[in-house]
């Protein structure tokens, strides 16, 4: 275990945690029948469209709270290989998904599965990762309760999501809880799953499935300021992409719903088909919306800390997981 003398990295631990899992998601990819193995593997980042070999996989967030989580609980990141990489196939199950309902065609610099393959493969696609979840949590012999949950509370907030698209009475309290639905439930599952497979249960899971769902929550803050302002060269996707699709994310209803006169022009520009993106940028700035994501963000790492702290982990491995935390609220700064 590591101790605190010898503290990696918030990049190490994100590339220690990718390399920890990629065996169990190759095994298991490579179960899928011929098609469904390709759009999986080019998903995940192992290929391209063609097969051939390349690395453009995602940052390995979400199994490294679990290995840590596991770790933090006293116990040791084999404990949860399994459940880190099931994690890890449920989200990108989300992502395909996700892509194919919002049309996005770019994700990590390269065209998304649904422009590659169709829709219709996609979608396949996505359903084979999600099952190959299951099948991981089910086949090691842990109880697939936590992720099942979660799943359901995604699924909850992405109906939400497409739901707001066509709404222009959407409040902030709506787009908080389809946040914590739709992205911090899968992080609180995350950590959940990491201690449970640890042994842990009572107060000190609940902290840290606590310190996941606050996580998550700053994730989407960041995440939808990165949406809006975010540079391409980082992101893989084009500049003010969210505004382009009219997404109600929680800095453009923070200021459309601020009471400025600034808000209250983004709000009929925003009905627009045409109104200039760089414009409505410029118009959310001023209403605020761009301060109050970061300021809510910074507070939902503090409650994340704060939960993590309560949950009296091992320290090498909590002290990691808050590095990890900052790194992630700080993505955009």
Known sequence: MTTANEMRSAASVLSWASSTVEPVLRKAVDSLPGPLRHMSGYQL???????????????????????LCAQASRGGADDAVTAAAA??????????????MDGDAMRRHRPTVWRAFGAGPAIMA???????????????????ATLRDAIKDLLRGQCADLDFEHRDDVTLAE???????????????????????????????????????????????????????????????????????????LPVVAALTS???AGREL????????????????????????VWAH???????????????????SPGPATELAALARLIVERDR
């Open 126 to 144: 996505g359903d084979a990762l999600l099952t190959l979840a299951f099948d991981l949590l089910a086949s090691s012999g842990a109880e697939t």
């Open 259 to 261: 009471g400025t006169d």
């Open 267 to 290: 709000a009929e520009r925003y009905a627009r088909d045409r109104a200039d993106l760089a414009d409505l940028a410029e118009l959310i700035d001023r209403a605020c919306g761009r």
């Open 87 to 100: 994690v890890e196939l449920a989200h990108n199950h989300s992502l395909v998904h996700d892509d194919v």
């Open 45 to 67: 980042g192992w290929w391209d469209s063609d097969g051939v070999a390349t690395r453009a996989s995602g940052k390995a967030v979400r199994p490294a709270l679990t290995l």
């Open 295 to 313: 300021e809510q963000a910074d507070l939902a790492l503090r409650n994340a800390v704060r939960d993590l702290w309560l949950a009296e982990p």
């Open 175 to 249: 787009v908080h809880a389809m946040s914590r639905d739709k992205t911090a439930a899968l992080f609180g599952a995350a950590c959940a799953l990491g201690a449970q497979a640890a042994g842990s249960d009572g107060a000190r899971l609940e902290h840290l499935r606590g310190f996941g769902m606050s996580l998550g929550v700053a994730f989407q803050l960041v995440d939808d300021l990165l949406g809006i302002w975010g540079d391409p060269e980082v992101t893989g996707k084009p500049v003010y992409e969210d505004l382009r699709r009219r997404k109600k994310s």
